[in-house]
């Protein structure tokens, strides 16, 4: 129904493609998936961590012709040695000029990258954040506040943050009522999309069912940049199909 796709303009600028070439493409595919597929998609321009914060200053300002293209910035890449406070000046001129804000936190790298993350750069959603369970106090802030967590459990497996889906920790963070999604990261390098996510960790956690489903999907739903009108008849939707799985149960 809706996608918020990341994309990393630097690996493409890097070998002399001009931004407004990416940035006019992949705009124009979303166009494409809504005419031809009814699926909404949005573009959130990243940068790469292992870079530096001028090299993503001046990505942000070579991409600002194209302001209306995209929605939001995030942090992306090699996590370990690379905290968000790094990024501090690029996400605040994104913060002035209206961008959502969102980065890649607590997957790799520890907790206090996720805190960083809130505190330093002001992100409204954390990419992955499952590592925040080493520290139950920040469990405690983001469950408070609602801060939604992108988790990409294929990634998260690929990366040996857990040695096999049957280890993921997605039951936990669920059971600690954080606001949990999941998503695919890279599908052509981590080998799935949002299906082949959504099945390969229902398929190895037995103890999740329908109930955990929903949540995750709804989370997603609520966790978007959409209009409201837009998430309320999505999520209207999704209670509508498990309403009637439940009662085709019965």
């Known amino acids: 129904m809706h996608a918020e796709i990341f994309f990393d303009p630097q690996t493409h600028t890097a070998r002399g493609v001009d931004i407004g070439i990416v940035i006019r493409g992949l705009h124009h595919a979303c166009q494409r998936a809504h005419a031809e597929l009814r699926i909404s998609a949005s573009l959130i321009l990243c940068f790469l961590r292992h870079l530096s914060e001028d090299d993503a200053l001046a990505t942000l300002e070579s991409a600002l012709p194209y302001r209306h293209q995209f929605i939001g910035v995030g942090l992306d890449s090699s996590e370990r040695g690379h905290p968000p406070e790094k990024f501090k000046h690029v996400f605040e001129r994104a913060g002035a000029l209206g961008l959502h804000r969102v980065a890649h936190a607590g997957e790799e ?10 505190d330093v750069l002001q992100v409204e959603r954390i990419d992955h954040g499952v590592r925040c369970l080493e520290s139950p106090a920040l469990v405690r802030r983001l469950a408070d506040a609602r801060v939604p967590l992108t988790v990409c459990p294929l990634s998260n497996v690929k990366l040996r943050v857990f040695p096999t889906m049957a280890q993921h920790n997605l039951p ?19 080998g799935g999309y949002l299906n082949e ?54």
């Open 109 to 118: 790298g520890p907790p206090a990258y996720i805190e960083g993350a809130l």
């Open 172 to 190: 936990a963070l669920l059971e600690a009522g954080l606001c949990v999604m999941l998503n695919s990261d890279d599908p052509a390098y981590f």
């Open 197 to 250: 996510n959504l099945i390969a960790t229902f398929e190895a956690l037995p103890q999740l069912g329908a109930r955990q489903a929903y949540a995750v999907l709804r989370n997603g739903f609520e966790a978007s940049f959409a209009a409201q009108a837009a998430k309320s008849e999505w999520m209207n939707g999704l209670d509508r199909a498990f309403q009637q799985a439940a009662t085709a149960a019965r």
